[in-house]
């Protein structure tokens, strides 16, 4: 069994468009993340969801939005979709906040 | 400047060799994370500390929080240790995680 698992692993769609990235973990973790990595590789956090409580990072757009229909699911919404939204997107949780994390295997999102 | 800076960018090691990573960061931290990011993109986490030292096999990760700064050594190193090591901290407010640019090693058999 996948310890964190997303969908889809690639995603190519024309800018403009509303798309959906799922992510699920089923280790019981209270904790979890949304990540963009960059055309560079660098990483960066988009959000934490820990408990109902969201935590920003203030420097995404709010064409981004996560979804948590319960603690083992943290979907990832973006609209209009724009050609800088083009990178990879991955999802990881933890028991909390200071804890090791654990990633899925990444969702290659192309914006054309 | 970054938050997080690691050093080296890039490693090329032969096989066998000791490797040191070095991180350095300028914000409070809770720990810090060691990521290892596969040739396929993947991404795994090594070590998540916030003093002294751990060991996992070959790898041992140190910190020092009053300087600011943990190391990621790997003994007698192999070509499957050929990845993107990636430090990052989150902050003691719980409100930010950074990383560093990764230091991309390959090892030479």
């Known amino acids: 069994d996948t310890a964190v698992s997303q969908t889809p692993k690639y995603l190519v769609t024309q800018m403009g468009n509303d798309k959906s990235i799922k992510c699920e973990q089923n280790?019981?973790?209270?904790?979890m993340y949304w990540y963009k990595q960059d055309s560079k590789k660098f990483l960066k956090i988009m959000f934490s969801?820990?408990?109902?409580?969201?935590?920003i990072n203030e420097t995404v757009p709010n064409r981004f939005s996560p979804k948590s229909p319960d603690k083992a699911h943290l979907n990832l919404h973006i609209n209009s979709l724009e050609l800088g939204d083009s990178a990879v997107y991955f999802c990881?949780?933890?028991?909390?906040?200071?804890?090791?994390?654990?990633f899925g295997p990444g969702t290659r999102l192309t914006v054309t | 400047k970054n938050e997080v800076e690691q050093s080296p960018q890039n490693l090329t090691a032969q096989e066998g060799e000791f490797i040191t990573i070095n991180c350095s960061y300028s914000?409070?931290?809770?720990?810090l994370h060691w990521l290892q990011q596969h040739p396929g993109g993947g991404i795994v986490s090594l070590f998540m500390?916030?003093?002294g030292k751990k060991k996992h096999g070959r790898l041992i990760a140190t910190i020092n929080i009053q300087e600011k700064h943990s190391s990621l050594h790997i003994t007698a190193s192999h070509p499957r240790d050929s990845a993107v090591y990636i430090c990052?901290?989150?902050?003691?407010?719980?409100?930010?995680?950074?990383f560093g640019t990764g230091t991309s090693l390959t090892v030479i058999p």
């Open positions: 990881a949780s933890s028991q909390n906040r200071d804890s090791e994390q654990y």
């Open positions: 280790l019981g973790h209270d904790t």
């Open positions: 969801y820990n408990n109902k409580e969201l935590i």
């Open positions: 914000v409070g931290i809770s720990a």
């Open positions: 500390l916030s003093s």
């Open positions: 990052a901290v989150p902050t003691n407010t719980g409100n930010q995680f950074y």
